[in-house]
C-alpha cells in the first residue's frame, strides 16, 4: 500500500470533498463515504460539518488535511477492512477522535484507494494539528500497517529517499559561451573532472592528485586545528568556490564520497606526510629512548592552559610506551602486564608532571616583580644625584653671599685708613 508522495493542505473543504466524491468514467462504481466520525454523506452536508471546525480556528489559513492509500493493482479489500486499517493509521498519525475526517472510496481500473480527508482543528479546545515530518512518519506507518493487517508489503516512495545533492545549472551566458565557442564551459568541466575523480571512494591524496593530472589546481581549506572546512578549485584560469558548482561538491557531501581521515587534513596543513597505522607499532618500538624526551616547543610555553597541555600529550605516548615502562617500571619483565596497562601508567604519569609543571609556571607568574619594579633602584639612584646637586649648590650659594658681605667691609676699612693717613 502506499500514499501520496506529498500529504497536501488546504484552505477550503469544498474543493477536496467535491473532488473526492465525483464520479468519473474511469471507476468501476461511484466513490461512496466509507467511514469517518462525520453524520453526513452527501457533499453539502460534509463540507457543513467541516466547517463548523474552521469557526473554532478563524486564524488558521489551512485547515484541511487531504492524503490517499491505495493498494497494488488487483488487490481489493472490504470497507470495514478499509476502515479499521484507516482508523488505526490517523491514530498513529497523531489525530484524535475529536478531529473530523471521512474516508471517501474509490475503484478504478489500477485498484482500489481511499481518500481520507480530515480537520487539522481539534473540536475539543481547537488544539491544531501540526504534523511535522509528516510525510516521512506516513512512510513508516503505512509499511508497518502491512504487516499488521497481513497485506502485501510494498517499497517505501520515493519521495522518502534523501534527496541527492545536485550540480550547479550553468547561466545563460555560459550556455550561449557553450554555443559560440562549440565546447563546454568551464564550470561544466571542472564537474566532470570532479566527477570522474571522486569514482572508487579515493582518499584525500588520491582524489588531489587526480585533479592535479586533470590539469585543476585545488586549494584545501584547513584551518590551524586541523579542521578543514573544503575545497577551492581553479581551471582554466577561473578560481571556482565549492557553492559556484554545486552542492554536490560542498565538503559536507564531498566527504561522505571520499575516503577521509582527519589525518589527511593535518598532512595537508603541515606538509607532513601522515605515517601508515600499520607502521606505526613498528616505528615506535625503533625509535631510541632519548628521542622519547625531547618534548615540541609547544609544551614549554606558558600561554597553554592544562586542557591544551593535555591534549599535547597525545603524541609523546604514542611513541613512549614501550621503551620509558621497560627503564622505569621494575615490574615490566611480568610477562602478564600488557602493554595497554603500561600506556595507561604512563600516560597518567605524563599529565600529573605537565599539569603540576603549568601550576609551577602559575605561580613563579604571580611572584615575579612587575616591570615598573625594576626601575626603582634608578629612581632611588636619581634622587641620592639630586640631593647631591641640591646640596652643593646650597653650599655655593653661601660661600658667594659671605663674600658679598665682606666687600663693602674691606671698602670702608680702606676709606678709614686713607682719611686717618690724611
Known amino acids: ?97 475529536t478531529h473530523l475526517r471521512c474516508y471517501v472510496l474509490h475503484d478504478d481500473l489500477t485498484g482500489q484507494h481511499i481518500h481520507i480527508i480530515a480537520s487539522r482543528i481539534d ?40 534527496a541527492q545533492p545536485k550540480r550547479k545549472r550553468i547561466s545563460r551566458n555560459e550556455q550561449m559561451q557553450e554555443a559560440r565557442t562549440s565546447s563546454s564551459c568551464p564550470k561544466k568541466s571542472l564537474q566532470c573532472i570532479l566527477d570522474k575523480s571522486l569514482i572508487g571512494k579515493p582518499d584525500l591524496n588520491t582524489f588531489i592528485k587526480r585533479l592535479e593530472d586533470s590539469k585543476v589546481t585545488c586549494k584545501a581549506n584547513v584551518g590551524l586545528s586541523g579542521k578543514m572546512s573544503g575545497f577551492s578549485f581553479e581551471y582554466d584560469g577561473i578560481a571556482f568556490k565549492a557553492s559556484q558548482i554545486g552542492k554536490k561538491y560542498s565538503w559536507s557531501n564531498l566527504q561522505k564520497l571520499l575516503n577521509y ?72 619483565h611480568i610477562p602478564n602486564l600488557t602493554l595497554k596497562t603500561i600506556v595507561k601508567d604512563n600516560k ?30 634608578f629612581v632611588n639612584l636619581l634622587k641620592l644625584f639630586n640631593f647631591c646637586l641640591l646640596y652643593a649648590f646650597k653650599k655655593f650659594r653661601r660661600i658667594i653671599k659671605i663674600r658679598s658681605l665682606t666687600l663693602p667691609l674691606s671698602t670702608k676699612s680702606s676709606v678709614s685708613v686713607k682719611q686717618s693717613r690724611q
Open 348 to 377: 597518567r604519569q605524563q599529565i600529573l608532571n605537565a599539569v603540576f609543571d603549568l601550576q609551577n609556571t602559575q605561580k613563579i607568574k604571580k611572584v615575579r616583580p612587575r616591570h615598573f619594579m625594576l626601575w626603582i633602584p
Open 261 to 332: 581521515e582527519p589525518e589527511h587534513a593535518e598532512a595537508l596543513r603541515t606538509g607532513i606526510s601522515p605515517i601508515p597505522r600499520p607502521l606505526q607499532q613498528s616505528v615506535v618500538q625503533e625509535l631510541p629512548v632519548s628521542s622519547m624526551n625531547v618534548l615540541p616547543m609547544e609544551w614549554k610555553g606558558e600561554s597553554l592552559t592544562i586542557s591544551e597541555k593535555i591534549a599535547s600529550l597525545t603524541p609523546a605516548i604514542a611513541v613512549n610506551p614501550v621503551t620509558t615502562a621497560s627503564t622505569t617500571l621494575p615490574f615490566a
Open 123 to 162: 473540536l475539543n479546545g481547537g488544539k491544531l494539528y501540526l504534523g511535522r515530518n509528516e510525510n516521512l512518519i506516513s512512510t513508516r506507518i503505512i509499511s508497518e500497517l502491512e504487516i499488521v493487517h497481513g497485506l502485501t508489503i510494498t517499497k517505501a516512495a520515493s519521495s522518502t529517499k534523501p
Open 1 to 97: 500500500m502506499k500514499g501520496m508522495q506529498k500529504i497536501r493542505r488546504g484552505k477550503n473543504f469544498a474543493g477536496v470533498v467535491l473532488y473526492a466524491l465525483k464520479a468519473g468514467t474511469h471507476h468501476r462504481s461511484d466513490p461512496t463515504v466509507i467511514g469517518g466520525n462525520l453524520l453526513s454523506d452527501s457533499a453539502i452536508g460534509l463540507i457543513a460539518e467541516f466547517d463548523t471546525s474552521k469557526q473554532l480556528r478563524p486564524d488558521v489559513t489551512k485547515p484541511v488535511w487531504h492524503n490517499s492509500l491505495r493498494l497494488p493493482c488487483g488487490e481489493t479489500l472490504s470497507n470495514e477492512q478499509w476502515v479499521m486499517f484507516a482508523d488505526d493509521y490517523m491514530k498513529r498519525m497523531g489525530f484524535n477522535d
